[in-house]
């Protein structure tokens, strides 16, 4: 430390929680790592509060409007899908005569769905609200658009 240059330099620790930062630091320096501390902070409860929305809107019985295989136009629902998401996490779903229950979790805009016994699975998420969810999959290579309808 510099003898004299007080205005300049100023021991800080700023605590967060179980994190600590300490040392010596210039005002700018200081401001710097206040203004990223709560520009993460901010991000975070964002994308928190994001997750419960789909959360929140996700939850209840659907019903296929359309599953359409890309590379071919074709439309596979055949009034035969279904699924349900409760609050807890948990689903079950029909397609055809497969039945299959497990658990589930929204990340970074993907469903990840793990059946009983199963390895987990992962759709991307294109729209998901109170009335519709589609998600975009891909069997053997070949993407597929599932658009499910929520029953009322």
């Known amino acids: ?16 929680d ?3 930062f300490y040392g010596q630091h210039n005002k700018y320096e ?17 994308i928190s509060c994001n997750n419960a929305e789909q959360y929140e809107n996700i939850v ?13 136009g074709e439309d596979q629902c055949k009034d035969n899908v ?6 807890d996490k948990t689903y079950s779903s029909k397609i055809g005569s497969l039945e299959e229950s497990g ?7 993907t469903l990840y769905s793990t059946p009983d016994s199963k390895l987990e699975i992962g759709v991307e998420i294109t729209a ?25």
């Open 82 to 87: 279904f699924f349900e998401f409760r609050k």
């Open 128 to 152: 998901l609200n109170k009335d519709t969810l589609q998600f975009i999959m891909s069997r053997a290579g070949v993407k597929e658009i599932l658009t499910l309808l929520h029953e009322r």
């Open 60 to 72: 209840g019985k659907w019903k296929c409007a359309s599953w359409i295989i890309e590379s071919s």
């Open 30 to 46: 200081t401001l710097t790592i206040m203004k990223k501390t709560f520009l993460g902070i901010f991000l975070l409860l964002l």
């Open 1 to 16: 430390m510099l003898k004299g240059t007080r205005e300049s330099f100023c021991p800080t620790v700023l605590r967060m």
């Open 103 to 109: 658990v589930y979790q929204i990340a970074d805009g």
């Open 18 to 20: 179980k994190i600590v």
